[in-house]
Nanobody, 124 residues
Framework: QVQLVESGGGLVQTGGSLRLSCALS????????MGWFRQAPGKEREFVAA???????DYADSVKGRFTVSRDNAKNTVYLQMNSLKPEDTAVYYC??????????????????WGQGTQVTVSS
């Protein structure tokens, strides 16, 4: 059984940084594409970033240049480094694993496995 466990959320001021981690257990991690999504109160869940097994990456326009997704296959962990945070980045952040195809990485319904989410709050 695949499990994803996120950590690293918290409260930060505008312009600050946080690093989220997502550890996968139960299956081989190195072959999975991994995604990060977020959901703000009253809004739909949205794509943030994704990283392929080959280390190809993709970012939503709203976070490009501020967020960096990376992975450490030896630790079965994917990271989301978030810099220059803004109040509009406030949301619950989720990691997800194994989209049906890399071409569908921005669609949350295409992912097989999800973490429990971690809250990120950016104060103004």
């Amino acid at each position: 059984q695949v499990q994803l466990v996120e950590s690293g959320g918290g409260l930060v001021q505008t312009g600050g940084s946080l690093r989220l981690s997502c550890a996968l257990s139960g299956r081989s991690f190195s072959s999975y594409a991994m995604g990060w999504f977020r959901q703000a109160p009253g809004k739909e869940r949205e794509f943030v970033a994704a990283i392929r097994w080959s280390y190809d990456t993709d970012y939503a326009d709203s976070v490009k240049g501020r967020f960096t997704v990376s992975r450490d296959n030896a630790k079965n962990t994917v990271y989301l480094q978030m810099n220059s945070l803004k109040p509009e980045d406030t949301a619950v952040y989720y990691c997800a694993a194994n989209p049906t195809a890399w071409g569908r990485r921005r669609l949350d319904i295409e992912y097989d496995y999800w973490g429990q989410g971690t809250q990120v709050t950016v104060s103004s």
